[in-house]
């Protein structure tokens, strides 16, 4: 079943989004190459806390940390430790915010000073990806719009589609239905409508799309090929004639 968010649930996670944009603001500060992973992920849980929200993932399933962060060839759910940072990394920080019962969900990819001008495109066209994805979405059009359009600009700049993992429904929790994926067929799946709120999320890979479990941990998803991932993700409003970004400015 797909909610249909009231007015009083919207402005719940207007604010819920709002400090999950704030708080990728203020880890953005504070990226740099010697910071550990496990530093950054209490920056996020204080600042977080003292906006009076939670960190959403924080036991979510058992994961131990606020805020997943992913390195090179880490696809999704990296866990925060000991690991410092360094030039050239390829750094997705996912967080997951939410106030009085609603979560919001949304992720970020960048580059820990430069890289080669394939890895610069291949963040740049993820996000780029979120954006034409977005860009078909208002209540009447279809879930496969939006895959669609992510995997056909993917394709054309030569990256991958991650397809085992998707976007989904958010709101009372951080997964809900339906299952967003980013890849699909133009004018199939679930109609979107009016005040349901989803998490769009392209991963998009450098090399092949195959991803797998390292025996790290039950967690952390790499690319089989070993080459990098990138990861943009936004909280939106379905509305008549269009979307609101959530997590936005
Ligand atoms: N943003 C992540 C996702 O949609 C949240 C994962 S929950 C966690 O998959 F427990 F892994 F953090
Ligand atoms: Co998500």
């Known amino acids: 079943m797909i909610s249909i968010k009231s007015p009083r649930e919207i402005s719940l996670m207007r ?14 500060k504070h990226l740099r190459p010697g910071i550990t992973t496990e530093e950054l992920d ?11 929200c939670i960190p959403s993932c924080l036991n979510y399933e058992g994961y131990p940390k606020s805020i997943c962060i ?14 410092k940072i360094k030039n050239h990394d390829v750094v997705s920080i996912d967080l997951c ?18 890289s080669s001008k394939e890895i610069e495109d291949l963040v740049e066209n993820t996000k780029k990806a979120l954006y034409e994805g977005l860009s078909k979405i208002k209540a009447g ?5 939006i895959g669609n359009a992510i995997s056909t600009f993917a394709h054309q700049h030569n990256l991958s589609v991650v397809e085992a993992l998707c976007g989904h429904g958010v709101g009372t929790t951080i997964h809900e239905d339906p299952d967003v994926p980013n890849f699909g067929i133009k004018n199939t799946g679930k109609t979107l ?9 392209p991963m998009l890979n450098l090399g092949d ?7 790290l941990n039950d967690w952390v998803i790499v ?15 379905i509305t008549k004639d269009g979307y609101e970004i959530l997590t936005g400015e």
């Open 15 to 28: 604010y819920a989004g709002h400090i999950n944009y704030l708080t990728h603001e203020e880890i953005k």
């Open 42 to 52: 209490r920056i996020a849980y204080n600042f977080i806390i003292k906006h009076d």
């Open 70 to 83: 992913s390195i090179n060839d880490e696809v999704v759910h990296g866990i925060p430790s000991k690991r």
């Open 97 to 114: 915010v939410g106030y009085k019962g609603y979560h919001t969900d949304a992720a970020r990819t960048y580059i820990i000073g430069s």
């Open 141 to 145: 059009a279809k879930i496969g719009d």
């Open 193 to 201: 409508k009016e005040g349901m709120t989803i998490a769009v999320e």
């Open 209 to 215: 799309k195959e991803v797998c479990m390292t025996d």
């Open 223 to 237: 690319t089989e090929d070993g080459l990098p991932s990138a990861h943009f993700e936004h909280t939106v409003l």
